[in-house]
């Protein structure tokens, strides 16, 4: 059973930078990582995604160069830094992980595990 735990989620003003990390267990079906986000009243967006195997990013469009995504395989770890980020970034910042090959990165059908989230504020 496949585990994403999250941390580094919090408060910081506009302009700011935060780096969220997603820990996760029993990865061996594991084909992609990836990061997304849902504000209150909004749909849950794709942030971005990479490729285990060759470190292939893929970022929404929103992103825009702010955002970065790494991962440590040796440590099953997951990373989304932020940068510049803006008021509007504020939402519940979920890791997931998905076991299927050719994905449709953008679609939340294609990841099967979620990390409970964590909260992301940005202040102006």
């Known amino acids: 059973q496949v585990q994403l735990v999250e941390s580094g989620g919090g408060w910081v003003q506009a302009g700011g930078s935060l780096r969220l990390s997603c820990t996760a267990s029993d990865t061996w079906s594991i084909y992609y990582m990836g990061w997304f986000r849902q504000a209150p009243g909004k749909e849950r967006e794709y942030v971005g995604s990479?490729?285990?195997?060759?470190?292939?990013?893929d970022y929404g469009d929103f992103v825009k160069g702010r955002f970065t995504i790494s991962i440590d395989n040796a440590k099953d770890t997951v990373y989304l830094q932020m940068n510049s980020l803006k008021p509007e970034d504020s939402a519940v910042y979920y890791c997931a992980a998905s076991p299927v090959y050719s994905i449709s990165r953008d679609s939340t059908t294609d990841w099967y595990h979620w990390g409970q989230g964590t909260q992301v504020t940005v202040s102006s």
């Open positions: 990479i490729k285990r195997n060759n470190h292939n990013t």
